[in-house]
């Protein structure tokens, strides 16, 4: 185990605010990790997990140990429970998409549409990732744990999580509370595409590469051609290329605001105001909003803040536009919030997660 003392974080986090961690440690197996945390008690330390940094938000310097998990394995297990399942375990520290590729690669399929989202795996369940009509709920077994103040391992199932949009058990009650070290996914060895998601099914309805002869059996039929799994994570992939801005040319964190969930009264108010306004009906009865509309009807897109500024072409997305603070970024994002609230009576949440104080914000 290797504790540093004020080591940068800067390099750490897609946004590239800047902030310190007042003792860091990059912990390469369970063992490193649970005498990180004994140290992290023994000296009265509070903790901090950092995956990637792509869904991080510094808005000081962290006190305490920061904690970055590497931890590396790829693991097929046991069947699962129907003849065609298989159960894939992944350590915390593996890149999310070298995880979906690998799978894919091994005919396994069934995360084809959350290819390219940043990240690793051990962070993966915490908002309960999302893209293109799939959540990691949908393929979710299980997940193994330490907890923080005692070092034992726990192991929370599906439900344990209680996942929703963007949302887990490890973002709510559980909050700063586990260490997630593995996490247990139910994969097909089936094809079973889903490219219900209107983008999706429109960037693969035009794409010149479909190709018969590579198809298993059971792909799904797209007009005349016929779409397998590694052509659905190819066209995710190209479309997250061409839509989202990349964090090391323009640092960002992703979408910076959830899309709020209000009820069908509430929307079909606001349709008579707006028109336009579109509305996803949930299962419980809510609609929700594409927070990016708001943004974009309010006229925040290209916006700036100090040092920052609301991207031209995407109004969820935040950028560093170099040398910003994460206090200047929560301070644009605290005016877009209010502007929004006032206009439309409609509250924002930030999807990130803020790690350090926000002092006065
Ligand atoms: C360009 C871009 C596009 C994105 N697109 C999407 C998208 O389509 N869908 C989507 O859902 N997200 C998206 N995101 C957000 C981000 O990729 C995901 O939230 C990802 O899971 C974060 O992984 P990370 O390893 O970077 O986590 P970090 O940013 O390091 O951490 C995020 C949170 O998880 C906690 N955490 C991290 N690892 C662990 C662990 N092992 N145990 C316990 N807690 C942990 C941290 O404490 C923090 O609270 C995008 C981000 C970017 C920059």
Redesign the pocket.
Same mark, same amino acid.
């Given at each position: 185990m290797n504790i540093k003392a004020n080591v940068s974080l800067h390099a750490l986090n897609?946004l590239a605010l800047p902030g310190q961690a007042e003792f860091f440690s990059r912990v390469h197996n369970n063992d490193e990790l649970a005498e990180a945390l004994a140290y992290a008690q023994a000296h009265k330390l509070k903790v901090? &997990? !950092?995956?990637?940094? %792509?869904? &991080?938000i510094l808005a000081s310097n962290i006190s305490g140990l920061v904690i970055q &998990?590497a931890t590396r394995g790829i693991e097929r297990c046991e069947q699962g429970d129907h003849s065609k399942t298989l159960h894939w375990t992944a350590a @915390?520290g593996e890149n999310?998409h070298q995880f979906v590729q690998h799978t894919l690669a091994e005919k396994s399929y069934g995360l084809e549409n959350l290819s390219l989202?940043? *990240? !690793?795996v051990?962070? @993966?369940p915490?908002?309960n990732?999302?893209?293109y009509g799939l959540e990691i709920s949908d393929r979710f077994v299980s997940l193994q744990a330490l907890e923080i103040s005692t070092g034992k391992t726990v192991r929370f199932s599906k439900s344990d999580c209680q996942f929703g949009y963007?949302e887990s058990v490890?973002k709510q009650a559980a909050a700063g509370q586990? &260490?997630?070290t593995s996490v247990t996914l139910a994969l097909s060895e089936q094809p079973n595409v889903d490219i219900s998601y209107p983008a999706l099914a429109a960037a693969l309805s035009t794409t010149s590469d479909i190709r018969q002869s590579s198809v298993p059996e059971g792909a799904l039929s797209l007009g005349s051609a016929q779409i397998s799994p590694q052509q659905v994570s190819e066209a995710v992939c190209r479309i997250r290329e061409q839509k !989202?801005p990349d964090?090391t040319l323009q640092p960002?964190? *992703? %979408?910076f605001f959830k899309n709020p969930v209000i009820s069908k009264d509430r929307w079909q108010q606001l349709r008579g105001k707006y028109p336009e306004l579109p509305g996803y009906p949930q299962l419980d009865g809510g609609v929700k909003l594409p927070a990016a509309w708001l943004i974009d009807q309010a006229g925040w897109k290209g916006a700036a803040g100090q040092g920052c500024s609301v991207h031209r072409e995407h109004a969820l997305v935040l950028v560093n536009n170099g040398g910003c603070s994460g206090r200047q970024l929560l301070q644009l994002a605290e005016d877009i919030i209010v502007d929004i609230e006032r206009r439309f009576g409609i509250l924002l949440a930030i999807e990130p997660?803020v790690l350090g104080l926000r002092g006065s914000l």
């Open positions: 897609t901090t &997990v !950092l995956g990637g940094g %792509s869904n &991080v &998990v @915390a999310w989202i940043p *990240g !690793l051990g962070a @993966a915490i908002q990732i999302g893209a963007r490890f586990f &260490v997630v !989202l964090p960002n964190a *992703g %979408s997660q």
